[in-house]
């Protein structure tokens, strides 16, 4: 099985002029983040949020605007996820009948104009943790991030959140307190990987169901 990085994006909302926030990825050595402060002060969030964690290693950039915050994400990429090993992975990032991170990157992608960078191999957790275990309580399904990780997960990352859910972050990121919304981002890729370690535990390589998010270029 290739190497697991896991990513979760924060938005300013769900329309398609809204924009994103925050870009998180999980690797083997650490959480990388990406912020956006809409050319706010933001003091050393990576500092800040470092005091918080004290078994994580996580690098935090800031960025003046979205525009700048997407071509760091794409150099990113380029230099550390673009290869043979990796596999790029979300929850509910992309199914087959939608999803979300991967769908509003490619619009503020092309919003700005710029080139979707991730050229690379894709799986999603979600539908594996849906259809191969059991994620009932009370006669209801569950398909939200953290309420799936409770069940399946160590729950060692529970604590990390200070939000209850993720709009939440919307109202952090509107009022600047971007040390709160990195921390949530950080609990969510972390949250996302391992339900992907435990998917790959216990379940086989088909059901990963990997899928290049290389565009088609024609000649």
């Given at each position: 099985m290739l190497e697991q990085v896991a990513f979760d994006i924060e938005t300013t909302g769900f329309d398609i002029n809204d924009e994103v926030t925050v870009v998180g990825f999980a690797m083997p050595m650490g959480v990388r983040v990406f912020v956006q402060t809409a050319g706010r002060a933001a003091g050393d969030v990576e500092a800040s949020v470092s005091a918080r964690l004290s078994d994580t290693l996580v690098n935090v950039s800031t960025h003046p605007d979205e525009s700048a915050l997407l071509a760091a994400v794409a150099a990113f990429i380029g230099d550390r996820i673009q290869d043979a090993e990796s596999l790029l992975v979300a929850f509910n990032g992309e199914v087959w009948s939608g999803g979300f991170d991967l769908p509003f990157l490619r619009s503020?992608?092309?919003?700005?104009?710029?080139?979707?960078?991730?050229?690379?191999?894709?799986?999603?957790?979600?539908?594996?943790?849906?259809?191969?275990?059991?994620?009932?309580?009370?006669?209801?399904?569950?398909?939200?991030?953290?309420?799936?990780?409770?069940?399946?997960?160590?729950?060692?990352?529970?604590?990390?959140?200070?939000?209850?859910?993720?709009?939440?972050?919307?109202?952090?990121?509107?009022?600047?307190?971007?040390?709160?919304?990195?921390?949530?981002?950080?609990?969510?890729?972390?949250?996302?990987?391992?339900?992907?370690?435990?998917?790959?535990?216990?379940?086989?390589?088909?059901?990963?169901?990997?899928?290049?998010?290389?565009?088609?270029?024609?000649?």
């Open positions: 503020r992608y092309a919003a700005h104009g710029m080139a979707w960078p991730f050229d690379v191999a894709y799986a999603d957790v979600l539908p594996v943790i849906s259809d191969r275990f059991n994620t009932t309580v009370d006669g209801e399904e569950q398909r939200g991030l953290a309420a799936v990780y409770r069940l399946l997960g160590d729950g060692s990352h529970s604590d990390l959140d200070p939000f209850e859910d993720s709009a939440a972050a919307v109202t952090a990121f509107e009022d600047g307190r971007f040390v709160e919304l990195v921390l949530h981002n950080v609990a969510d890729v972390l949250r996302t990987r391992a339900l992907g370690r435990v998917a790959e535990r216990y379940c086989s390589k088909a059901e990963f169901n990997v899928k290049s998010l290389t565009p088609t270029r024609s000649s």
